[in-house]
């Protein structure tokens, strides 16, 4: 049995097998004839780069599933006395077979393909057979891999006439797409004839020729599965685009519909609406639409203002909604060292550890709030509006807390195009948010980011629901304040050369650390971003604004992370306007994670990852 190593997927794939035991040559049994050959045979020329493309399409398909832990034969397995055969399909083949089951949790066995008329005990071919894969049928066949001892090529540079023959044979009993054939040293990868009636062959150049077989097996079998592109956005907040309940809709669509006054008077956010039923009837969302256009033009978007108390209900959210269970948690081990030291040097005191107002507000029945002032208003599409506040009481005792941050969530407000009469009422709606989606991704969010919290994120305190003095209910959750700058101020454009580095850099560790605890941020602009100074005098960022982010529920549904490039993009100035010096961001802003499959370009510099496979290459011809 062999040894076994756990790991990511790319940190894996690499490692090299044990080494072969040395074989000899048969001096019998291999008269392979000297019939005319079935086609000619051709090397790529300089200009294809089919093979550094399936390698980079390989790497990338290994970057999406990176959280993925798989296990992986280790070196150190004893192959002393280890037949040929097994050797190949044991030892190189067998785990690229288990990767994909790792992988997709569908079955790959290797197949060792025998023919009539050739026997010999020191050539083999072994190809892959595939269960029902996802569904998908391969749009071709699996690659073979075909194993024989001698050199693959003359002193002339083309196929010796065994490789030849072999191929020839192969073919007929199975019409491979591509062969890859090796002596354990040299490699080359063979086409099926084309239409010219050539077999096109591409020599490979690598110092790791047993590592480079497997990846170039799993690589062109990834190929065969065009996996990469079966992308299942994540279903992070149980909303069904095509609004199917199981149970039915909660409003018979055979029903009358409400009168508008009754609509106006008495619905107060999106969720009060039935939208499994508003996508199939034109005059239920039209009359969607004028309660927008009444509540636009009777009621004010700011519902607080300063001096007003607000009454919550402590921890309303989690008492209406259920609660997101992401699959992934933030482990600070799976951080470099360099963003840990990061995170300690920039670590801010709760403010609200002052007789412990952060545990008693949050295990209170219910607490007030005074509002001090507007913070932002929010955009013409946004759904939050933000205030200055401090805690006023908890459970009806009066406390003395420091200013802190309310986020309140209010939908009502999100602007929609009005709709086009052609159009089905599903375009209509396309783009509508509910007010409770987005705190619940926000509250998931600063709950998985709970140990960095303080840090380059605000500390976090809870949704709650929320009574304003007009008597409307509101979702919201309170947070630390932060007197930060905003990226578009003099302020920032007056930092000197090194508070703007160690800005630059800050944001980069604040982008690893929500790749790492698997929160994609789909909506990176630059007001997210606060340049903030540590009482140690240490320039940091502080990201803020959740609400569009998700993390992965199901996971055997692709969810990507992208926030290298999002944060670069909001710190460039493409997303809005910032006072960043461009030659600082690009000098300073670091690469890429291994697993990170964005390639960014910026003012013509280009951000991408390493390339983990780079001892794989064409061989050029001379």
Known sequence: ???????????????????????????????????????????????????????????????????????????????????AARYIREILLQPVADLFYQLYSKKVQVTHLHWEGYNSDQTYAFTFEVEDFLQIKPIRPPPCVVFTLG????????????????????????????????NLQDIAVFS??????????????????????????????????????IRNMPDDSEFDEDHILPEGPPVNPQGDIPNDHIIFDTYIRHSDFDFATLVRDRERALQFFRWKDHVRKKQEKQVANPGNLLHARSNGLVQAMPQLKPCYTLNLSDLPSETVAHLQSVQRPCPLSIA??????????????????????????????????????????????????????????????????????ARWLRGLVQAEWHIRQEDTAYKTLNMVQGSVFPWYYGAHLFTLPNGLTLYGMLLEYIPGLPLDSDGVRALSTERQIQFIQSCRHGARILDVADIAQHDWHSDQILVHTSPNELTHAVLLDLASTSQTINPNKLHACHNFNGCLMALSGSLGPVGIKADLLLENYGTPDPWDSVISIVKGKVFAASDPFTFIQPLEQD
């Open 192 to 229: 099926r004839p084309n239409k010219a009636n050539e077999r096109i062959y591409q020599r490979v150049s690598t110092s790791r020729p047993l590592p480079a077989i497997r990846i170039l097996a799993a690589a062109y079998m990834m190929y065969t599965l065009r996996l990469t592109f």
């Open 1 to 83: 049995m062999q040894s076994v190593i756990s790991g990511r997927p790319l940190d894996v794939v690499v490692v090299s097998p044990p080494p072969p035991p040395a074989w000899s040559e048969p001096t019998t049994g291999n008269d392979l004839g000297t019939s005319p050959l079935s086609c000619s045979y051709h090397r790529a020329d300089s200009t294809e780069r089919n093979l550094i493309w399936l390698i980079r399409y390989f790497a990338s398909s290994l970057r999406y599933a990176h959280r993925k832990t798989i296990t992986w034969p280790s070196s150190t397995v004893n192959t002393e006395r280890m037949e």
């Open 151 to 182: 050199d693959l090529f003359g002193d002339d540079g083309r196929p010796s006439p065994k490789v030849m023959a072999i191929l020839e044979r192969l073919y007929r009993i199975k019409p491979f797409q591509l062969a890859i054939t090796t």
């Open 356 to 425: 412990n107002l952060r545990e008693k507000s949050l295990q209170s029945s219910n607490f007030t709030l005074k509002i001090l002032s507007v913070v932002a208003k929010g955009s013409d599409r946004g759904i939050c509006t933000v205030y200055q506040c401090r805690l006023a009481s908890i459970d009806g005792i009066e406390v003395d807390s420091p200013i802190l941050c309310l986020k309140l969530f209010d939908d009502r407000f999100q602007f929609l195009e009005l709709p086009d009469e052609e159009e089905e009422p």
